[in-house]
């Protein structure tokens, strides 16, 4: 073995350790800068807050998101109203507002997005905006997205990936048309009209999507006509509340769903009973 000689040294660690600290140096560097674009970036986007808290609306100018923030606490209010309950929502709406593109017309002008995350659940609204937008149909899109924090609000455990369940399009139409300051004449003007009264499970499974104009104005006036059936059954305030609470898990029989939450439906009466509603609708 060779002896060492006096004051020599078997490695030279200077200059290893400024490279080190080069190194150490330029990705911090880097890091950073990162950081300082992306928080930039982030600080861009502005936002507004709906006085509840429960609606982030993001995009648009400070006009557009303050009159969206006032369609979604009104919304809410006239569906907190004929559920006769207060407001306990738990998990905040993100709503997206983003200009039409002229190159894509085609492109829907709402997009409900909901998921669950390891945070928990997460639910956005994409709103597409212009001069000639629908407020009705925005209305309509709104109160789907609170009916469907509304129906997981206690559901905390649901897996992720899992499909999610909406309303169904007759309860949201029905309760647009139960809210204050609507034309409810016209639609009652539609089912006298009618040369029929629709059945009451053909009617539960009806995709107003497939239909005609005319069909799709038949079938709000028939929500109509369920949802003012309902809330002035006994004790039908709480009951549909109580329905919308379980819809999570609905089964394959809407009618039967139905029944659960509103006893005094049961059996073959129910539709004897919504044809008296139509006829007398009619009638009136």
């Known amino acids: 073995m060779l002896a060492k000689p006096p004051g020599a040294q078997l490695f030279c660690p200077q200059p290893v350790v400024k490279i080190k600290i080069l190194r150490i140096f330029t990705v911090t560097f880097f890091a950073l800068s990162i950081f300082a674009l992306e928080s930039g970036a982030a600080a861009s986007i502005e936002r507004s ?63 409900l997005r909901f998921s669950q995350t390891g945070s928990g659940l997460k639910l956005q609204l994409d709103l597409t905006i212009s001069g000639e937008m629908n407020l009705g149909a925005m209305e309509r899109e709104l109160l789907r997205m609170i009916l469907l924090e509304m129906i997981y609000r206690n559901q905390t455990a649901i897996p992720s990936g899992e499909a999610y369940v909406e ?14 300051h609507r034309d409810r004449l016209s639609l009652s003007n539609v089912l006298a009209v ?23 104005l038949l079938y709000r006036a028939n929500s109509f006509a369920l949802v003012q059936l309902l809330v002035e059954s006994a004790d039908g305030h709480a009951r549909l509340g109580r329905y919308i609470d ?27 009973i919504w044809k008296s509603q139509i006829a007398n609708m009619k009638s009136s």
């Open 49 to 111: 807050v709906s006085p509840s808290g429960q609606f982030v609306i993001y995009g648009g100018d400070a006009a557009w998101r303050g009159a969206v923030s006032a369609l979604a606490e009104r919304t809410k209010a006239n569906l907190l109203a004929v559920l006769q309950r207060r407001d306990q929502w738990t998990t905040a709406a993100v709503i997206n507002l983003q200009p039409r593109a002229a190159n894509l017309p085609e492109n829907p002008t709402a997009a």
């Open 167 to 180: 309303a169904p399009d007759w309860l949201i139409e029905g309760l647009l048309a139960l809210t204050l």
């Open 194 to 216: 009618s040369e029929r009264i629709t059945p009451l499970d053909e009617f539960l499974s009806e995709r107003p999507e497939l239909l005609d104009s005319a069909g799709r």
């Open 246 to 272: 379980n819809l999570a898990f609905p089964s394959n029989n809407p009618r039967a769903d139905l029944q659960a939450a509103f006893p005094q439906f049961a059996g073959n009466d129910f539709g004897n």
